[in-house]
């Protein structure tokens, strides 16, 4: 999703095929689309916010992956007659427990790296502020709040 011209742009130069605006009304906008249901649905933002509308637009047997934390419970009765999922991912849950595939995260960033030196995806980093200091910390910080960044804000090593 992107809701300016030049977040649509950039969502398009990663290989978006169809872009929405999160700031309007998603079921709508995405049923003008005339595609298929979506098989997947990765939410980054506002679980709560969206859960309602990745419930209406999940394909029957899909599943809904969230990464962000919410404030509220969810209705997955919503999803029952879909028989759609719903799954949290958490980066440091194989450390935490010590699961059985704690490589995962390892074998996933190792294969992107090389996606990455074949040139077959690209990095969404935006701008590197400099080293890790209380005012390059108050500087990204900003920016996120501002919600007009675009990509990925870096600070390096102290």
């Given at each position: 999703t992107a809701s300016r011209?030049?977040?649509?742009?950039?969502?398009?130069?990663?290989?978006?095929?169809?872009?929405?605006?999160?700031?309007?009304?998603?079921?709508?906008?995405?049923?003008m689309l005339n595609i298929d249901k979506p098989d997947y649905i990765l939410c980054c933002a506002d679980t709560d916010l969206y859960f309602d509308a990745m419930s209406a637009l999940i394909a029957p047997e899909g599943m809904i992956c969230s990464l962000v934390n919410s404030k509220t419970t969810y209705d997955m009765n919503a999803l029952k007659t879909k028989s759609a999922g719903f799954i949290w991912e958490f980066m440091f849950?194989?450390?935490?427990?010590?699961?059985?595939?704690?490589?995962?995260?390892?074998?996933?960033?190792?294969?992107i790296a090389e996606l990455l030196d074949e040139g077959k995806i690209i990095s969404t980093l935006k701008e590197t502020l400099g080293p890790i200091t209380p005012e390059n910390i108050t500087k990204a910080h900003r920016q996120l709040l501002s919600g007009k960044t675009i990509g990925k804000i870096a600070l390096t090593s102290i």
């Open positions: 011209p030049e977040t649509e742009q950039w969502c398009r130069r990663l290989g978006a095929d169809h872009v929405i605006n999160h700031n309007a009304e998603l079921i709508g906008q995405y049923r849950t194989r450390p935490m427990f010590k699961t059985k595939n704690m490589t995962a995260h390892h074998n996933i960033l190792n294969h």
